[in-house]
């Protein structure tokens, strides 16, 4: 099988360097080369153009100064991307969702299977549940922008598939890496970045050979992937 080669932009930050690492261990994925704002080891944003290692896939978990650059390379040189960055503005979303059908592009809330899975038992808990009105309790460590990507998708899956709202507590306690969501008895918890990059890993593998069709996300890549195998 061939490994899937990797361009991680961001590739300084606490994901990248635990997908480096990760990577060193696997046989069907690599990190080629990776962008960064100002390591000489790596090409910075002014550098894209000159980036000579051939590569499957860009992930991106940079900042949203530089997705702009960093899109508008995917669409360069038509490879798919994953985004990861947080706190893109309207225009930015519109520009990958754009994007979306030139080139295949994953954007989630949610990158973690484990969590995929608490999500799609609240979703089953309030359909089944009487109340029409539900609360999600989210603690994270203290520098988590809140309400959290994920937050945000659970509410919108609930109000999609149930017609319930979902209201969202969000507090900052933790001083470690931890992310924490509970809905009534329904519990998540997340720790570290570790967990995370292994994740995106597989994302980056099961993404590799998509082709442009609107944004995807965890849950397409599962409902794909069911798909294929009753076939």
């Not at 100064?65 to 991307?81: E, G, N, R, T, W």
Request: include cysteine; hydrophobic fraction near 35%; charge should be negative.
């Amino acid at each position: 099988m061939n490994k899937v080669r990797i361009l991680w932009s961001g590739i300084t930050g606490r994901t990248g360097r635990e997908a480096q690492e990760i990577a060193k261990t696997r046989d069907n994925v690599e990190i080629v080369a990776g962008i960064c704002r100002s390591d000489s080891n790596f090409y910075n944003y002014d550098q894209l153009d000159e980036i000579k290692e051939k590569f499957d896939i860009i992930v991106d978990f940079s900042h949203k100064d530089s997705f702009d650059k960093v899109l508008d390379y995917a669409l360069k040189v038509k490879k798919p991307i994953i985004i990861g960055t947080a706190g893109l503005e309207d225009y930015q979303m519109k520009a990958f969702e754009d994007a979306s059908y030139i080139i295949p592009v994953f954007r989630g809330g949610n990158f973690r299977f484990e969590v995929k899975k608490f999500i799609d038992d609240v979703v089953d808990y309030a359909r089944n549940c009487d109340k029409q009105k539900l609360e999600l309790v989210e603690t994270h460590y203290k520098t988590k922008k809140v309400p959290s990507e994920t937050a945000k998708v659970v509410a919108k899956r609930v109000l999609d598939e149930t017609g319930k709202e979902m209201e969202i507590k969000s507090f900052l306690e933790y001083d470690e890496l931890i992310n924490d969501w509970k809905v009534d008895d329904l519990h998540c918890r997340v720790v570290g970045f570790k967990e995370l990059a292994d994740d995106v890993l597989k994302i980056a593998v099961m993404m590799a050979d998509k082709q442009p069709d609107g944004v995807y996300d965890l849950d397409r890549l599962f409902r794909e992937k069911e798909k294929n195998r009753e076939n």
